[in-house]
């Protein structure tokens, strides 16, 4: 890997002369085989590595990216979270933002770090994300950045330690794996009919096992409101079994179900992350991404506490919490104090609600090496507290900091009705249609916004400037009582999540909806970049944002399957203030 970093002068805006680095990457993506659970298969290695190597920036930061395409087949590469404030031809989207980059092609990704954060890079074009084409990107905060480590202690020393530990933040992607290549899983979901989201392993910075349990031991440790629909015993990977309630009334062919795709289970001995700390540093900050595909998961430090400071590249109120549940493309980052004794402790990583797995890593202390104690864990092989006294993050409270709010009313509002249609494996965002199939071979839409493949109902154009709103509908046909939680993924800048509630969402409007039911709007809302719909039952969520940077961006569901089915659509935003795409794209 090549990475300079050099200092010159940029423009920014009219005036201001500003000082700002820029920084060289190159990506070189290579098919090879390996085995980050101990089971060998072809895969995607950036620069030979699994996951790809970090990008570290600071704030302001100018980067070029050079990717090359090694691979046997086309692909892209999105900065997930990056606002890509003017260039939205960086965004990495095949179809949308540029041309597939073919094999043996290159393509230059130029774009600002216009904030601080964690953030991750990974392929959007089919499913090439499952063979492994991701990485971290980290932007460390300008020094004149307000940082909240002050409402965790007062004691300067230990906001000095804090400060530290996060510009050396530890990053801690999650994902998970499975044996079959992205797109022979796809063909399974196809051939069978069902809507399939059983993994092998859960990897902790590219390393993992695969543990095969008694069924009954998994069933056991179901999740009581999973357990009130999936009355059943789970398979020996700890999965659903194809039942009416989950998969509805389409046609299946269990016949061609292949053996170990949603049962059938072989174990694996594979190799364990570590993630070594120095004590004298009194606190450390890790940064979790989630890069999982199928599985929304849940994080614990054996006996250690964690203050969540910064959720999806923005600083939180710091909130303590034992676990928390990280959905697919989400970030949180915890700071973690320093003070048991030396050794080693577990990091445990649970499946949520759709499968019972885990995978594991260790945090060692540097010098505890001989220390051979077993740790106590927070959760249970299932995700579970193991005590009344464990604190799960409450995500609906993540207030900001410093301070921010949406505007209090919008000039756009969108109901989109989240569901399946056609089969059980296919969802759509807008009640009616799919993202076409072959969204990532056609001309970008940011060279021709009219693009004919593209239902009108698949893209919501925008003013610059204006607010939106969008409310996320979940219908729920019979005999299906649930859906699974979509993390609804909104490219460019980040959103609030303004209200939910059960039910159909009734009015024409948000500010008919605050008027008759005020208490299913929050008083300080989430700031970020991935909203998770409810698992259960009728409801809605709704958000609001500010359109600022003009161009063709994607809000779809990041579960891989549902992505691939076509569960996304197109904001065209600022429609009347595009940019000229530069020539070398067109
Ligand atoms: C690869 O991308 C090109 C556009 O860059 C497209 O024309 C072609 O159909 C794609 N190939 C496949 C197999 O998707
Ligand atoms: C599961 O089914 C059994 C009978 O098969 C019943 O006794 C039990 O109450 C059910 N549990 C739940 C949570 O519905
Ligand atoms: C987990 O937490 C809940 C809520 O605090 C509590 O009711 C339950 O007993 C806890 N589980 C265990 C095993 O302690
Ligand atoms: C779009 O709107 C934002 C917010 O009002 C503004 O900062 C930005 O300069 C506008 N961009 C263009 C290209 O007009
Ligand atoms: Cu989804």
Not at 197 to 219: H, N, Q, V
């Amino acid at each position: 890997m090549t990475q300079t970093k050099s200092l010159f002068l940029t423009l920014m805006g009219a005036a201001a002369l500003i000082e700002a680095a820029q920084v060289h990457y190159n990506l070189d993506l290579t098919w090879q085989r390996g085995a980050p659970n101990g089971v060998e298969r072809e895969m995607i290695f950036v620069n030979d590595r699994f996951p790809g190597p970090p990008l570290i920036l600071d704030e302001g930061d100018e980067i070029i990216i050079d990717v090359t395409n090694n691979l046997p087949f086309n692909t892209s590469v999105h900065f997930h979270g990056i606002e890509q404030t003017n260039t939205p031809w960086a965004d990495g989207v095949s179809g949308l933002s540029q041309w597939a980059i073919k094999p043996g092609g290159k393509y230059r990704y130029q774009w600002q770090a216009t904030t601080y954060g964690t953030y991750w890079y990974h392929a959007h074009d089919k499913d090439r994300m499952m063979d492994g084409l991701y990485g971290a990107i980290r932007i460390r905060p300008s020094a004149n950045r307000e940082s909240p480590f002050a409402m965790i202690s007062d004691d300067p020393a230990d906001i000095a330690a804090m400060t530290n530990a996060a510009h050396d933040a530890q990053l801690v992607m999650l994902s998970d794996w499975d044996h079959l290549p992205s797109d022979e899983y796809m063909d399974v979901l196809k051939k069978t009919g069902y809507d399939i989201f059983c993994s092998d392993s859960i990897l902790i910075d590219g390393a993992g096992s695969i543990y095969c349990k008694d069924p009954e031991y998994l069933t056991n440790l179901q999740p009581a409101p999973v357990r009130a629909v999936v009355n059943e015993s789970l398979t020996d990977k700890g999965c659903d079994p194809f039942l009416r309630a989950l998969q509805g009334d389409w046609e299946h062919h269990p016949e061609l179900l292949p053996e170990g795709m949603n049962s059938g289970c072989t174990p694996s001995d594979g190799p364990t992350s570590v993630f070594e700390v120095a004590p004298e540093a009194k606190w450390a900050s890790f940064n979790f991404i989630s890069a999982a595909s199928l599985k929304s998961l849940i994080f614990s430090i054996d006996e250690h506490p964690m203050y969540i400071y910064e959720v999806d590249g923005r600083y939180i109120e710091p909130q303590l919490a034992h676990q928390v549940s990280i959905y697919n493309g989400e970030r949180y980052s915890a700071m973690v104090k320093l003070d048991k004794e030396a050794g080693s402790y577990t990091i445990r990583v649970a499946g949520h609600n759709n499968q019972v797995i885990s995978g594991f890593a260790t945090l060692s202390y540097k010098g505890g090496e001989q220390n051979k104690r077993e740790s106590t864990p927070y959760i249970d092989y299932g995700g579970s507290n193991t005590t009344a006294a464990v604190i799960p993050l409450d995500t609906t409270t993540l207030p900001p900091y410093p301070p921010i709010l949406p505007a209090d009313y919008a000039d756009d509002f969108h109901l989109l009705t989240l569901g399946r249609i056609k089969s059980s494996w296919e969802w759509t965002l807008d009640g009616t249609s799919f993202l076409p199939a072959n969204l990532n071979q056609m001309e970008p839409v940011i060279l021709n916004p009219q693009a004919p493949g593209l239902d009108s109902s698949l893209k919501i154009e925008t003013r610059n400037g204006t607010w939106v709103d969008i409310v996320f509908q979940l219908a729920i046909p019979e005999p299906t009582k649930l859906q699974p939680p979509h993390p609804m993924h909104k490219h460019s800048n980040k959103a609030f999540l303004i209200g939910s509630g059960m039910g159909k969402f009734a009015w024409g409007s948000i500010a008919e909806a605050r008027n008759s039911s005020p208490d299913s709007f929050f008083n300080t809302p989430v700031y970020r970049d991935t909203f998770v719909t409810a698992p259960n039952g009728e409801a809605w969520i709704a958000i609001r944002y500010q359109v600022v940077n003009p161009g063709p961006f994607l809000l779809h569901c990041h579960m891989e399957t549902h992505l691939s089915s076509g569960m996304g659509l197109v904001l065209l935003d600022g429609i009347d203030a595009w940019p000229q795409v530069p020539a070398q794209y067109l």
